[in-house]
C-alpha cells in the first residue's frame, strides 16, 4: 500500500514561484509513473504534469510547459513539481498520484491507483 503526502502548497503572488514535493511511504516508488493533477473549484481534475518511474520520460499539459518541472528522486522516494511564472488560472488542490502503467502517459485520473490528500495553491493577481 502506497501512502503519499503532499506539501509546498501555499499562497504566492502572480509571478512567484512555489515547490511541491509528494512524499511516499509504505513501497518504493521504483515501478510508479508518478503526476501530478490539479482541481480548481467547480472543475474537474486535470492532469498537469507525469514522469516514467525512470524518469526518461515526461509529459506536460500545455499550458503549464516551460513553466512547470517535474522530478523524482526515487533513492529518497519523493516526487516534485517546481512552478514557476505563476499565473492566477494556476490556482488549485494540487494532487500527487502514483500507478502503474505501460506505454503512453496516461492522464486520466482512472489510470492512478494511489492519490494525496492534496495542497493548496492560490496565486493572487
Known amino acids: 500500500q502506497v501512502q503519499l503526502i503532499e506539501s509546498g502548497g501555499g499562497l504566492v503572488q502572480a509571478g512567484g514561484a512555489l515547490r511541491l514535493s509528494c512524499a511516499a511511504s509504505?513501497?518504493?516508488?521504483?515501478?510508479?509513473?508518478m503526476a501530478w493533477f490539479r482541481q480548481a473549484p467547480g472543475k474537474e481534475r486535470e492532469f498537469v504534469a507525469g514522469?516514467?518511474?525512470?524518469?526518461?520520460?515526461?509529459s506536460y499539459v500545455d499550458s503549464v510547459k516551460g513553466r512547470f518541472t517535474i522530478s523524482r528522486d526515487n533513492a529518497k522516494v519523493t516526487a516534485y513539481l517546481q512552478m514557476n511564472s505563476l499565473k492566477p488560472e494556476d490556482t488549485a488542490v494540487y494532487y500527487c498520484?502514483?500507478?502503474?502503467?505501460?506505454?503512453?502517459?496516461?492522464?486520466?485520473?482512472?489510470?492512478?491507483?494511489?492519490w494525496g490528500q492534496g495542497t493548496q495553491v492560490t496565486v493572487s493577481s
Open positions: 498520484a502514483a500507478g502503474i502503467t505501460y506505454g503512453t502517459m496516461p492522464r486520466t485520473p482512472i489510470n492512478y491507483n494511489y
Open positions: 509504505g513501497s518504493t516508488l521504483d515501478y510508479y509513473v
Open positions: 514522469i516514467s518511474s525512470r524518469g526518461d520520460r515526461i
